[in-house]
């Protein structure tokens, strides 16, 4: 968890000081096309599709590929490590973790909903799509945490946050009670925050790996 911690502050460090000296370039002679001048913004700007797609609704959510997303892979490693040890292994073991899983998922997905509603924050992902990598990655990494608001702006993302720590912090009530405390909350909390970033990590990059493999099949 320590190295998550290190990475992810690292590649903000690295993202800032290439947006810094994007910023700070010397302007173009006058006799030269004039640039447009880029609005400021606290954080860098999406520049990818305008639109969401429509929200898929709670109950439809709770069979859809992101259930399985949430569900599958973790009781699979939880299962490899036998986490929680106290649950043992087996199939009953495998049970009792997806159902768990499955219950974080449904919770957090409650909170995370109820928290939109009353702040009317927008935290679906935009592409960068350009700029150096570590622009890109500064990128990932502060809307992971940020969300746009209806007026352009930005706020903490509340309810993805609400969603990871949260939904950790309610599971406890039938986790082992070696898993009861506020550091357990927190370190598992921010793990929740780890995936969704891999999962921004991959809607960034993806797109670009794909259409090297189409160059390479013409």
């Known amino acids: 968890m320590k190295a998550l911690f290190a990475l992810c502050l690292g590649f903000a460090f690295l993202g800032a000081v290439a947006r810094a000296q994007e910023e700070t370039a010397p302007e173009q002679p006058k006799t030269e096309q004039p ?25 439809r959510d709770l069979i859809s590929p992101r259930a399985l997303l949430a569900t599958a892979p973790g009781t699979i490693l939880d299962q490899l490590h036998q986490f929680p040890k106290e ?44 700029g150096n990598f570590f622009l890109r990655m500064d990128h990932v990494i502060v809307f992971t945490v940020v969300a746009r608001k209806p007026d352009g702006g930005y706020t903490p993302a509340y309810s993805t946050l609400a969603n990871d720590y949260g939904s950790w912090a309610i599971a406890t009530l039938w986790s082992p009670r070696s898993l009861r405390n506020p550091a357990s909350i927190f370190e598992w909390g921010t793990g929740n925050v780890g995936v969704r970033a891999g999962g921004n990590l991959l809607r960034e990059f993806w797109p670009d790996v794909k259409s090297i493999f189409r160059k390479k099949k013409k």
């Open 87 to 130: 649950w043992g292994e087996g199939v009953p073991a495998a049970e009792k973790r997806a159902a768990s899983l499955y219950g974080q998922f449904v919770i957090g997905d409650l909170i995370e909903r109820g928290v939109r509603a009353i702040d009317k924050e927008n935290t679906r992902y935009r592409r960068r799509g350009e």
């Open 35 to 59: 640039k447009t001048e880029r609005p400021v913004t606290p954080v860098t700007p999406a520049v990818t599709t305008p639109t969401d797609p429509p929200d898929r609704g709670f109950w």
